[in-house]
């Protein structure tokens, strides 16, 4: 569900949100900047609560508002959206936390397309769940690398081998271009029996 209003003016559907209990610790609204259409001008990005299974983000960019419902992890309450740049193109992208598990986070994307807030696919236009934590029993991460000029999001995705002592990990490390809102991927490295801080199972979304 979605909705734009320019100077005021609600154009389609507007999100009326309602109150809901949550838990004492968990914030109900966040707010953040990014610069979603690349000119220098801060944007203003926010997250608020819609009900107990969803949450809003707002975004306004010269004077429009935009607006998209995502689910909510109702125990942890809504958390800043991470501004990256997850193309490379100088337009900022908003990664937003929905679920909070036991030790993985579950993250969507998205940027300013030309029809308004645009969510991360893959080139089948299913959306791309992004995936960071993980505990003891795997590692998931994900960064972004610059080569030759071109910026890579990278997806580390590995479990754990408890049959060895110490414990190693096995999965893969998966380059993917960002551009017009579609993740195409590319080069996929083998994790194989690797220790837990090998560089092959670090990353930080910081670096995008």
Known sequence: MSFVSRAGIVLGTAVIGMAVALPASAADSVTVSADLNGDGVADKVSVR????????????VGGTTLGVLLPLDSHI??????IVDLS???????VVSEVEGANTTTFSAWDLGPAGLRQ???????PMRLYDGGGLAARNRLTCTDDQGFRELVVVSAEADWNTDPIVYNGTRTSYRVADGVATQGQV?????QPGDSPLLQGELAAC
Do not use: F, H
Not at 120 to 126: A, E, G, N
């Open 49 to 60: 609560v819609y009900d107990s299974q969803r949450q809003v983000l707002n975004t306004e």
């Open 77 to 82: 309450g809504v958390v800043a959206p991470k």
């Open 88 to 94: 490379g193109d100088g337009t900022q992208d908003i």
């Open 120 to 126: 991360l696919t893959t080139p089948d236009s299913q």
């Open 189 to 193: 490295v083998p994790i194989t029996a």
